[in-house]
């Protein structure tokens, strides 16, 4: 049966593990891909543009997001503009296509405010505070004002899971994807979603009504 | 955390399969259970009274319907009443347990209308008019009467897929099973059932919010 595709839009705060969760979940189910968003960033080495981002001027973001072109929009390190453009994303759900998006918590408000039901946002939140705190610090990369950095949005971002529709606690990674692959699939098998009219309709006319 | 339960009800023309759906997702799933309905027909061999079936006179159970103590309620056989007990289901749901529920389109509509969003609605289609006859021609225990009695019942449910949330069709029933078990995964991960506000209160108060 004919159904628009469903835009799963992920959120959480940083170090809660929604990258995994969303990487394990693709790996399951192959169909669903990635919004490739634009960024004002350069290229990093072995990046390919229109698969990994699409690479614009400042300029040109700025003309983007002005045109209403831009589901949602984000400045990332003070100056970097990172953007989810908007016509591919509903391009691909029109024709039955699902959509990942992971973004934070403005954002997600932002398309939802756009599409409406046609998103479906899901907060990821720790166990525990103290959870996400030993996880950011076992990044080793990162120097403690990063990590604090971190924290101090994780707050924003928790104080704000009223605007999501469903919540998913990553206490167990296993139990997290299959979460996360229940809510795709109930939210592909919606009503509101399929074009179950002309299929009701044709199962009646066989049956001679 | 702590959450409301999820009632599944889950309709369908006889002779989808609904039943075997139902049994391979409890089989997935132990801590679902089934609500045991009352019906006023003598016990068979081997059934258990409150496990089974709840077994009432025909006095008791008009006593029941009347005073508000069913969910929905229906005449089988022409004279056999059967019903969903309010109470229990009622009970269940606050402490956390899922139930499933196997009634018609009418009885559904009457579960919405006294437990509004607590119950989710589910509907199996066929993939064909031409599979659902199949399907009940092959059920070689009936006669061609109780065949065209159940093909003229599955288009009253047909007609009524409206008022249902979900649809999914039972071509494969591994993936139908797969999708009402995604049903059943999103709703328990549904804001609207969590306890969700002391939870994220408590990671804010040990972030020192």
Not at 14 to 24: L, Q
């Amino acid at each position: 049966m004919p159904r628009q595709g469903v835009l799963l839009v992920v959120s959480g705060p940083s170090g809660v593990g929604k990258g995994t969760v969303i990487a394990r979940m693709l790996a399951r189910l192959p169909d669903v891909s990635r919004s490739v968003s634009c960024t004002t960033r350069p290229p990093r080495p072995g990046e390919v543009a229109g698969r990994d981002y699409h690479f614009v001027s400042t300029d040109e973001f700025r003309r983007m997001r002005e045109a209403g072109e831009l589901l949602e929009w984000a400045v990332v390190h003070q100056d970097l503009l990172y953007g989810t453009p908007r016509r591919p994303v509903e391009e691909a759900l029109a024709t039955g296509q699902d959509i990942i998006l992971e973004i934070d918590y403005q954002g997600a408000r932002s398309v939802r405010q756009i599409l409406g039901e046609r998103a479906v946002l899901v907060f990821i939140a720790p166990p525990s505070w103290g959870a996400l705190v030993e996880r950011l610090q076992g990044r080793s990369t990162e120097d403690a004002e990063a990590t604090s950095k971190r924290l101090a949005s994780a707050i924003h971002e928790l104080a704000h899971v009223e605007a999501f529709e469903y919540l998913i606690i990553n206490d167990d990674l296993d139990a997290a994807v299959d979460n996360l692959q229940g809510v795709l699939l109930a939210e592909r098998q919606r009503l509101t979603r399929l074009q179950w009219r002309p299929f009701v309709e044709d199962l009646l006319r066989e049956a001679g009504q």
